[in-house]
């Protein structure tokens, strides 16, 4: 993470914390499996207070469980009472926007003020894939923007003489954000005035410069008021550094495979992971993870302090690649304290 143009800030804003789940699979393990454990990851999530609880859409992905994103998200919801649920993000491109207003305009009717509808640009699967999703339409640079504008349509009041409804979804005005590793959504969530979620979690590079474009050129909108900012975490915590750093394997294991394309069901943890690989690998990891933070409470807590000072964001959206749910589960407990010792150290 290239470090701000403008002086260092050694303080932050209170923060609060919300989860990214990809739906793992494990190896060994069912889908069955992966979806059962999201639920509980959330009803665990919202026990500690956490803000929202996302899914991501992927699909073709071996390991991952979340491609009909919006019926994870209605499992989810239903499965929770307060927290909010949404997508983290639902890859417009893939689909009308009428379709995506209708789904999401349901599950805001059957959960009134909990549903969000985060929108990413990328296809989250491989070319093949893509064509399979999208048949044999074209896109011009001028359709995620365009395709973003007519969801917001769709989900406010409907006008008089409005040709198309949706039905449910006109009048839910179901919250949109914008999510992105690069500067163009940055740039477009600040000319819309919508919030905004860097994907930090596997793409950190340009994780500051894009939240200093997106302040500095926010535009106040009908559905916020001023910047709001939201970064992806990787995090594994447990009671020691040694405990998280082997935790931390089957992370280090996936990125692997992401980076070699050898994609796969998430592994267990094995001892001595990254020594074991050569100075490239290593460095490449390290790259792809270099917002993570791993360890123990103390070191969790400086990390945690360190993105916060950093970015000074609303939010921070942890994704936990932990084997053992119950072990990933402790890891949010360690992390909801570190959380908290910083708020309350701010507030004083």
């Not at 945690?304 to 072990?327: C, H, K, M, P």
Request: cysteine-free; hydrophobic content about 45%; proline content about 7%.
């Amino acid at each position: 993470m290239n470090a701000p143009t403008h002086s260092a800030i050694k303080t932050h804003p209170p923060f609060t914390l919300s989860m990214l789940d990809l739906v793992a699979v494990r190896e060994g393990k069912s889908v069955r499996h992966a979806l059962d454990t999201a639920l509980e990851t959330a009803q665990h999530a919202e026990r500690l207070g956490f803000t929202r609880y996302w899914l991501a859409e992927h699909h073709n992905m071996a390991g991952i469980a979340s491609s009909a994103t919006a019926v994870m998200v209605g499992h989810i919801a239903g499965g929770t009472t307060k927290i909010r649920v949404g997508s983290g993000g639902i890859m417009l491109p893939n689909h009308a926007p009428l379709v995506v207003a209708e789904a999401f305009g349901t599950l805001a009717e059957l959960y009134p003020n909990r549903i969000d509808l985060g929108l990413g640009r990328a296809p989250g699967t491989d070319r093949v894939t893509m064509r399979a999703l999208r048949r044999d339409r074209v896109e011009s640079e001028d359709d995620f923007p365009n395709d973003v504008q007519e969801l917001q349509r769709l989900l406010g009041p409907a006008q008089p003489g409005q040709p198309i409804v949706a039905m449910p979804g006109a009048g839910t005005q179901v919250p949109i954000w914008l999510l992105g590793s690069s500067l163009y959504s940055a740039q477009l969530a600040a000319q819309l005035g919508l919030p905004f979620a860097f994907a930090s979690h596997f793409a950190p590079r340009m994780l500051l410069q894009a939240i200093q474009i997106y302040r500095e050129t926010f535009r106040p909108s009908a559905q916020l008021a001023a910047p709001y900012v939201a970064i992806g975490v990787p995090l594994v915590a447990a009671p020691t550094d040694d405990e998280a750093t082997y935790l931390a394997s089957s992370t280090h294991q996936r990125v692997l495979g992401i980076l070699t394309g050898r994609r796969g069901q998430l592994p267990p943890p094995v001892e001595n992971f990254l020594p074991q690989l050569d100075h490239g690998a290593q460095a490449a990891i390290a790259d792809f993870l270099a917002a993570a933070v791993i360890g123990g409470p103390d070191t969790v807590r400086a990390g945690l302090q360190r993105l916060a000072e950093l970015t000074q964001a609303n939010e921070l959206v942890l994704v936990s690649d932990v084997y053992e749910s119950a072990l990933r589960m402790r890891g949010l407990d360690i992390a909801a304290a570190a959380a908290r010792s910083l708020n309350a150290a701010v507030a004083q």
